[in-house]
């Protein structure tokens, strides 16, 4: 009941195009939902977050919707720059003893071709 | 978002030996959290830490085999025991404030 699962595993997309990832999830208890992105070499970075009382976040060219409905939400990388190539994992977080307990997603390994 | 520094970046390291990874906060945490990322992996959380008590362990992860200190409220460290090729990871020290994490740059860790 704890899993977060992400699809794709691996992403081609040519620059300009639109990347999405999904993730769903089965714990209704989550009540926060980031999304973060590594790069080689580095530790996972927070690129954008959701709470289940919003439909959609945008922040610049990086959307999240989110259907709590469906238990699914998903990344849109608009204008996909090679750049943006990286693994995104998913995370859905529930607060519990004074912090948010996390479970990370599987990982999309993004590759923007030029 | 805090800074985290970790040290070493990287170690190649012989079987049955240890290794101490260093993570190094710019400011006050309560609670410091150790994950480990096998290659092309997600996340898994290791153990919790916590300033001033023992550390919590998630299931598979034991004390004798990844000792935990937290001596203060910036630092922490992790020990990787009695190392086998299987312990070949990237291990990462994260913390949380708002609900996101912040992580270090990571320690990869190669056993031969």
């Known amino acids: 009941q704890q899993q977060v699962k992400q699809s794709p595993q691996s992403l081609i997309v040519q620059k300009g195009g639109i990347s999405i990832i999904n993730c769903a999830y089965e714990?209704?208890?989550?009540?926060?939902f980031p999304w973060y992105q590594q790069f080689p070499g580095k530790g996972p970075a927070l690129l954008i977050a959701?709470?289940?009382?919003?439909s959609e976040k945008k922040e610049g060219r990086f959307t999240i919707s989110f259907n709590k409905s469906a238990k699914q939400f998903s990344l849109h990388i608009m204008d996909s720059q090679p750049g943006d190539s990286a693994t995104y994992f998913c995370?859905?977080?529930?607060?519990?003893?004074?912090?948010?307990?996390?479970?990370f997603g599987t990982g999309t390994k993004l590759q923007v071709i030029p | 978002s805090a800074v985290i520094s970790q040290k070493p970046s990287r170690d190649i390291c012989q079987r049955g030996t240890s290794l101490t990874i260093q993570c190094q906060v710019d400011?006050?945490?309560?609670?410091m959290f150790w994950y480990r990322q096998q290659p092309g992996q997600s996340l898994t959380l290791i153990a919790t830490?916590?300033?001033?008590?023992?550390?919590?362990?998630e299931s598979g992860f034991v004390i004798d085999k990844f000792p935990i200190s937290r001596p203060n409220l910036t630092f922490s460290t992790l020990t990787v025991s009695n190392m086998s090729p299987e312990d070949s990871s990237i291990y990462l020290c994260?913390?949380?404030?708002?609900?996101?994490?912040?992580f270090g740059s990571g320690t990869r860790l190669t056993v031969v």
């Open positions: 995370a859905a977080s529930i607060s519990s003893g004074g912090y948010q307990k996390v479970t």
């Open positions: 400011s006050q945490v309560t609670m």
């Open positions: 714990n209704t208890a989550f009540d926060y």
């Open positions: 994260s913390v949380t404030r708002g609900g996101g994490y912040t």
């Open positions: 959701i709470r289940p009382d919003v």
């Open positions: 830490a916590n300033q001033g008590s023992e550390a919590t362990y």
